[in-house]
Structures are given as structure tokens and as C-alpha cells.
């Protein structure tokens, strides 16, 4: 028995003194947050990390709610958000001493999906608007079957979630959504359900060269009327600003960002940044959110390596 | 530390809204509701079917386990019942999904199986093996006099395992029910993948619902410290705290009626 327990310790402490200590000139960076943008910021930071050996980036979801309560809880140097901070978050930041900064490094469309099956083509956002309400609640008051639209959507946890919700219904959502646990469950959903509809990130379903997941379809979304109606598989219907569903994906962090941490939020924006952020499905920063990163990056998008 | 954070709820939210209104909407784009009614009746209808339907399976298979298997099933059948608690719960919720989900749809013709009954089923499966273990192991601790006497009496085995075994092991086939039921009430992952998660009271087994261990497991996540949503779910916490510490405290007065001095 006694060897053994020897044997036992002595691996309990090389366990031990493994986890902590070590060399301390590798920069561990946290980003917590968004699901919309964790694969793509998993391929950031991966490539990021081949190239330079003293970042240690790890990667996690939640949502973008849980991002920020994170940050402002001050448990991660980068919060990944699709939608805005919220004036009360930024309060309640400032109350804990943070002082939250955003840049935007990609820019997301949000396609509207239903059941592969479905017969309806287009959608105005209004129409949108009141099917999430609540106020329209058959499909055949918009152009499909004599059906009860059945809704699907996010947590109130999800960026995606807030930002159709403060920008799309104006107003809460019906009580019958169904709150899925991720796009992926959503997508899931809408293949079974023949009455579905439900709201994802393009990146999710649409491929790089443009073709759609099988069992949903997207719909074509128009202003108002009469307006032309797009689909978002192109990316210059996105880029051109015809589609309509379209928003920033940030960053936040806690005051002007230093040191590795700002290497690597500059290698976000930057030709191979970007790069990447196309073939996760998403699309490059447009110039009006330039000033905004400059300002928090210290930085010039003329002088350095960035292009368009 | 449920209640000390629970308690602090209150300074914003008043009691009556809390308990007796049914919009449960914190982050909401107007203001913030913190009704919980509707949650409290998911989590019982999601409770009461599963053991709709676990109790009888559960009880009955304990009967037959314990009296009328013989000994080389009941070797096989117990490690195979055990095995089926060891299965963790998120990949029932899978299986719910998966599975269950897409066939109870077709079976009722709904659109979509994240429902109630989905919940409690899976619910069900996953406290079977509490229920029949434990009350397997309070009908073989009836004492054989009490059989021999029925026997003796001219009763034949069915009404002697109806009439006396099973009423004799009441309080341990209690208390078997208690266990499964406190399983079924704080059961979090496999409900919140496959009941839908829609906030509005439900009005059937056939509808979408979001129990209150579900509703905890999501918002956590995101509140921020010391922020009265925070406090909430801390509430919500406390609530169903107390109706596991409930239906344990009425299992036990039953018990302690049905126990034999023997």
C-alpha cells in the first residue's frame, strides 16, 4: 500500500505545481460572449496564436448578455456582443469601475428562416414585427398555408435575441416564442416544423459559396411595400445595404486596450482579420464604424495595413 | 443564502406581482415583469405527468422485481434499471429532442415536440430507476409472516401482493415516490433542451413550457451582480426550495401514517 500512496502524492504534487506557476510572460487573454461570433472568434484566435507565442486567447459563449455581466463582473479582458451596450449596462459598469469601449471588428446580417416547405417567398419588417409581437398569428395573413405561425428565437442572454427585438418588433416579444439554447437548436427546429419561423445569424446558413442549409429557407425581406425584397446568400446585397437586417458585432473592453491585448484587436481588423471574418460568413467592417475603432485602438486605418 | 438574497428582491418588485402574476419578462424592451405563476405551473405540469406515468411503471415493476421475477431475471434486470439513472441528463434531453420530440409530433399530429409531455417523459425515465430501486427494496423488507398468514388465509398471490404486501411496504413505496418526485421537480438540462422554453402559461400538456429550474439555468449566466433580476432568480431559487422541503414534509406525515409497528 505504501508505495503507492507515494507514488499517488508525488503525481498530486507534479500536478500540483504544474497548474500553477510557470513561466509569466505569456499574456492570457478571456473572451466570453456572443455565440453569433464564437467560431469566428475561436478562428481569430487561433491563427492569432500560431503567429505570436506569448498570447494564450481562450474562447467561450453565453450570449452576449453573459459577455458583458462578465466584464462589468470583471471576469474577462474582451466582451464579444452583437448587439450594443445597453445605457443601464454602461451605468452599472461605470458604478464597478469599468470603463466599457467597443470596437466593431465584423459586420452580421440577420436572416429570417422558415421550414424548407414553406410556401411564403417575402416579408415586409413590419409584417416581421407583428408576427414576432404576436399580432399576426396564422400564416395565411402573409401569403402562406392556413397554418399557426409557430416561433422560434433566442434567450434573452443572446445579442441576436435584443437586437431583433429593439430594432425589428420595437416592442417584447410574444409570450409563445420558444426560446431555443442556440442557432443551432433554432435551425434544428425549423427542419421539423412545418409552421416554424425563426431568426439566425447568415454566417450559420448560408455557405461560401452561397448556397443555403438544406430543410429551411430564407426569406426575402423588404422595407416596406414597396420596396424590392433581398435575400441575404449574396454578399452584396449586405454589403450594397439593400438588405435591411444588418448589424455591428463588437468587442468590448475595460478602457483603451494595451499591449498584447491591443495587438490582437488590431490583427482583428487588419487584411488577415478580415479575412477571416468573410469565410466565417460575415462581412468586412463598414467605414462608418472606422472613427469609433480608431479612437479606441489608437490607431489609423489610412497609415496602416488595412484596406477597404 | 437563498433567502438573504431572495429577500432583497422585494425592495423593488412587490410580493403580490412576484407570486400571483404570470409574466416572468426582466429584461424586457418596456418594463421589467417578475411574475412567476407561469413558471410554478410548468414545473408542476411537468412534475405531475412524470409521475403520471413513473408511478405506476415504477411501483409495478418493483412488485414484479421483487415477487415475482425469479432470481436469475431479477440479476439481470437490476444492474440494467440502475444503469438507466447513470445516463446523464443532457443526453436524455438529446434523446428528447431527438427522438421523443419528432415522434410524439407525429404521433398527435402537433407541429413541433417540445412540449410539456416531451419534458415528462424524459423526466419520467430519468426517476424511474430511484422509484423502482427503492421501492423494490421496501416490498422484499415486508417480513414473510405476513405473506404465509395471507397465503394461509386461501388468498392467492395477486391479492396477497395487492392486498397485504403492498400496503404493508407503504411508507418505503412513499418515500421511493418522494425521491423520484424531488428528481423530477430540480431536473434542469434535460427540460431546458426539450420543452421549448416559451414563457406563457401553458394551457396543455401539448404546449411549450419553461420551468423554473430552466429558467435559473439561463438567466444565471447573464446578470450582473446585485441587480434586482439577479435577486430574482435567487427568489426563484428560494421558491423551489421550499416545494421539494413541501412535498417532503407530506410524504413523511403519509408515511408515518401507513408504518406497521412490526
Known amino acids: ?72 463582473n470583471g471576469k474577462t479582458e474582451i466582451a464579444n456582443s ?75 442572454s443572446s445579442g441576436t435575441f435584443v437586437y431583433f427585438r429593439d430594432n425589428i418588433l420595437k416592442a417584447d416579444y410574444a409570450p409563445s416564442l420558444k426560446q431555443m439554447n442556440g442557432t443551432a437548436q433554432i435551425v434544428e427546429g425549423l427542419k421539423a416544423d412545418p409552421a416554424g419561423i425563426g431568426y439566425v445569424g447568415v454566417g450559420y446558413v448560408v455557405q461560401k459559396d452561397g448556397s443555403i442549409t438544406e430543410g429551411i429557407k430564407l426569406v426575402r425581406v423588404k422595407t416596406d411595400e414597396n420596396a424590392l425584397a433581398y435575400l441575404p446568400d449574396k454578399q452584396e446585397n449586405i454589403t450594397s445595404g439593400n438588405y435591411p437586417i444588418v448589424r455591428p458585432l463588437f ?13 490582437f484587436m488590431l490583427y482583428c481588423l487588419q487584411d488577415e482579420g478580415q479575412k477571416i471574418v468573410q469565410e466565417a460568413g460575415f462581412y468586412p467592417v463598414s467605414q462608418q464604424y472606422w472613427a469609433q475603432n ?13 484596406s477597404k | 443564502m437563498l433567502l438573504v438574497n431572495g429577500i432583497r428582491t422585494f425592495a423593488e418588485v412587490p410580493v403580490g406581482e412576484f407570486f400571483f402574476t404570470n409574466e416572468w419578462n426582466p429584461s424586457a424592451y ?21 409521475m403520471i406515468i413513473a408511478i405506476p411503471l415504477g411501483v409495478g415493476t418493483a412488485a414484479y422485481l421483487a415477487e415475482v421475477a425469479d432470481s436469475r431475471l431479477r440479476r439481470f434486470l437490476k444492474p440494467t434499471i440502475e444503469l438507466l439513472a447513470a445516463i446523464p ?14 415522434f410524439l409530433a407525429r404521433v398527435f399530429g402537433l407541429d413541433n415536440g417540445l412540449t410539456a409531455l416531451n419534458g415528462s417523459i424524459l423526466l419520467a425515465i430519468m426517476s ?64 431546458l433542451m426539450a420543452t421549448g422554453n416559451a414563457t406563457e402559461m401553458p ?60
Not at chain 1, 480608431?294 to 488595412?306: G, I, M, P, R
Not at chain 2, 418596456?30 to 412524470?50: D, Q
Request: charge should be neutral; aromatic fraction near 8%; proline fraction near 3%.
Open chain 2, 203 to 262: 394551457d396543455s400538456f401539448f404546449d411549450p413550457v419553461r420551468t423554473m429550474t430552466a429558467t435559473i439555468a439561463i438567466e444565471l449566466g447573464e446578470v450582473p451582480f446585485g441587480t434586482t433580476h439577479y435577486f430574482s432568480l435567487f427568489a426563484v431559487g428560494a421558491v423551489l426550495f421550499l416545494i421539494s422541503l413541501g412535498v417532503n414534509l407530506i410524504a413523511e406525515n403519509l408515511a408515518a401514517r401507513f408504518r406497521y409497528k412490526a
Open chain 1, 294 to 306: 480608431e479612437q479606441v485602438l489608437n490607431f489609423s486605418y489610412a497609415s496602416s495595413k488595412t
Open chain 2, 89 to 102: 441528463s443532457v443526453a436524455v434531453g438529446f434523446i428528447g429532442i431527438v427522438l421523443v420530440g419528432p
Open chain 2, 30 to 50: 418596456g418594463k421589467s415583469t417578475y411574475g412567476i405563476l407561469s413558471l410554478v405551473a410548468s414545473t408542476f405540469l411537468v412534475t405531475i405527468g412524470a
Open chain 2, 128 to 191: 424511474l430507476p430511484t422509484i423502482i430501486t427503492v421501492a423494490e427494496d421496501a416490498i422484499r423488507s415486508v417480513p414473510n409472516s405476513f405473506k404465509e398468514g395471507s397465503y394461509a388465509l386461501g388468498s392467492n398471490k395477486w391479492t396477497t401482493l395487492v392486498r397485504v404486501v403492498l400496503p404493508a411496504a407503504m411508507s418505503g413505496i412513499i418515500a421511493a415516490i418522494v425521491l423520484g418526485m424531488g428528481r423530477a421537480i430540480g431536473e434542469t438540462m434535460t427540460v
Open chain 1, 1 to 72: 500500500m505504501k508505495p503507492i500512496l507515494q507514488i499517488l502524492f508525488g503525481c498530486f504534487l507534479v500536478l500540483i505545481s504544474w497548474s500553477c506557476g510557470g513561466p509569466s510572460d505569456v499574456t492570457n487573454i478571456l473572451i466570453k460572449g456572443s455565440d453569433t461570433e464564437v467560431n469566428l472568434a475561436l478562428s481569430l484566435a487561433e491563427t492569432y496564436m500560431a503567429k505570436d507565442e506569448k498570447v494564450s486567447i481562450a474562447v467561450t459563449g453565453g450570449g452576449s448578455g453573459a459577455g458583458i455581466a462578465a466584464l462589468i
Open chain 1, 82 to 156: 452583437s448587439r450594443a451596450m445597453k445605457d443601464e449596462e454602461i451605468a452599472l459598469a461605470k458604478e464597478r469601475g469599468v470603463n466599457p469601449l467597443g470596437v466593431v471588428f465584423a459586420v452580421d446580417a440577420v436572416a429570417v428562416a422558415v421550414n424548407g416547405n414553406s410556401k411564403v417567398e417575402e416579408l415586409t419588417i413590419a409584417q416581421l414585427g407583428a408576427i414576432y409581437r404576436g399580432d399576426i398569428t396564422n400564416w395565411k395573413d402573409v401569403g402562406g398555408a392556413d397554418m399557426n405561425i409557430s416561433l422560434y428565437g433566442r434567450q434573452s
Open chain 1, 251 to 263: 468587442q468590448y473592453v475595460n478602457g483603451k486596450p494595451s499591449g498584447e491585448l491591443r495587438n
